[in-house]
Each structure stands twice: as structure tokens, then as C-alpha cells.
């Protein structure tokens, strides 16, 4: 059974950084391509960016809205993603949730961690 | 960007009664090279992460009941309920893959008449 555990959220004042992490387990992580996808509260889904598979070139991408600001990066050995965000402002509280992709579309989701960003 | 605007945003309809939900991008989806329409819809219960149900605009997620279909290409794309069941109130989104960044459409909430 695919599994992701999204950890890593919490209270952080403007300006702040935070890591989120995603855990995987039931498929080989090092061949899948990876995502994250926020909702901020009462609202929709918005897409944060994506990493490639390595044996794809590990190259990421990212939505204007957190360019330059977030960065995306995975451990293969340790099955895990990452969302390393910084100067952070209110406008990021959201609801985080890692992805696989499977050709484009979001197969699995995580559960989601919550970031709460007020001074 | 592509823009992908859903319609209606919110949806009333009868148990064992027929859904319909329309999604409309601002410039085709459709990848020349393969020949598939990136598109996707998903569903999302409260408290829960999305769901997929349907990618390349028209294959059903394995799991997902028959009664889900999704239609259309090009910029025009439809999921349709084809007999709406009391589990199936939710938040559908659709969202577009072709190009990045990637975009979804604004979220429909389908609920019971």
C-alpha cells in the first residue's frame, strides 16, 4: 500500500523559514516524481512546484507565488521530499500536502500538515 | 499561465440523478505527441486529502466506480456522475498538467437535492 506522511508543519511568524518533510513507503521512491500542492483554509488547491525523479535529471520546478522563496529537494535513501520554505508571509497559510505523479496527474496524496504563518 | 475555470461552483442534485461538472482552459491541453489531454479531476471530502479520479481527461483511476466519467479535449472537459450516490457530496476539482506551472480550476461543492 502507497503511504505518504507529511510532517514538519506548525506556527511561524513572518519572515520565518520551515521545513516540511514527506515520508513514502510502498512503491520505489527514487523512480517517482514528486509534488506539493497547497490549500489554504476554506479555499482550493494550488500547486507549489515538483521534483523529477533523479534518473529524470532531479530538475524542480516551482509557481511564482513561492519562487525564489521555497525549494524543493529530496533523500532517495531516506524515501523522503522536502519543501524548505523561507521569508515566509501570511498569504502561505495553507494546508501542505506531498504527491506522487504518475505522468502529470496526482496519484497520491499525503495527509497533509498545517502551516500557520502570524505574528 | 493556463487558466482552468470550473462550472457551475456549486451543484444540487438528486440521489440516483444525474452530475455534471465543466471545466474550461484558455488554451488546449491536449499533448500533440501522445495524443492525451492533460487533465485530471479529483475529489475531495472534508477533513480529507484530494482524491484522483480521472486522468488524461477520460481514464478512470483504478478503484473508482464506473459511475464517474470524464469527457471532452482540447479546452472543454466534463466529469459526469452518472447516478449521484450519498458518498459522492463533495469538492471536485479539475487540473491541468500540461504545462507548468500547473494549474487547477476553482473547486465545485456537489451536494444533495
Known amino acids: 500500500e502507497v503511504r505518504l506522511v507529511d510532517s514538519g508543519g506548525g506556527l511561524v511568524k513572518p519572515g520565518g523559514s520551515l521545513r516540511l518533510s514527506c515520508t513514502g513507503s510502498?512503491?520505489?521512491?527514487?523512480?517517482?516524481?514528486m509534488s506539493w500542492v497547497r490549500q489554504a483554509p476554506g479555499k482550493g488547491l494550488e500547486w507549489v512546484g515538483h521534483?523529477?525523479?533523479?534518473?529524470?535529471?532531479?530538475?524542480?520546478d516551482s509557481g511564482a507565488p513561492v519562487k525564489g522563496r521555497f525549494s524543493i529537494s529530496r533523500d532517495d535513501s531516506k524515501s523522503t521530499l522536502y519543501l524548505q520554505m523561507n521569508s515566509l508571509k501570511t498569504e502561505d497559510t495553507a494546508v501542505y500536502y506531498c504527491?506522487?505523479?504518475?505522468?502529470?496527474?496526482?496519484?497520491?496524496w499525503g495527509q497533509g500538515t498545517l502551516v500557520t504563518v502570524s505574528s | 499561465d493556463i487558466v482552468v475555470a470550473q462550472s457551475p461552483d456549486s451543484l444540487a442534485v438528486s440521489l440516483g440523478e444525474r452530475a455534471s461538472i465543466n471545466c474550461k482552459s484558455t488554451q488546449s491541453v491536449l499533448d500533440s505527441s501522445s495524443n492525451k489531454n492533460c487533465l485530471a479531476w479529483y475529489q475531495q471530502k472534508p477533513g480529507q486529502p484530494p482524491k484522483l479520479l480521472i486522468y488524461?481527461?477520460?481514464t478512470r483511476e483504478p478503484g473508482v466506480p464506473d459511475r464517474f466519467s470524464g469527457s471532452g479535449s482540447g479546452t472543454d472537459f466534463t466529469l459526469t456522475i452518472s447516478s449521484l450516490q450519498a458518498e459522492d457530496v463533495a469538492v471536485y476539482y479539475c487540473?491541468?498538467?500540461?504545462?507548468?506551472?500547473?494549474?487547477f480550476g476553482q473547486g465545485t461543492k456537489l451536494e444533495i437535492k
Open positions: 488524461w481527461a477520460s
Open positions: 521534483i523529477k525523479s533523479n534518473s529524470a535529471g532531479g530538475t524542480t
Open positions: 510502498g512503491f520505489i521512491f527514487s523512480n517517482a516524481w
Open positions: 504527491t506522487t505523479k504518475y505522468f502529470g496527474s496526482l496519484n497520491y
Open positions: 487540473h491541468q498538467y500540461y504545462t507548468t506551472p500547473n494549474t
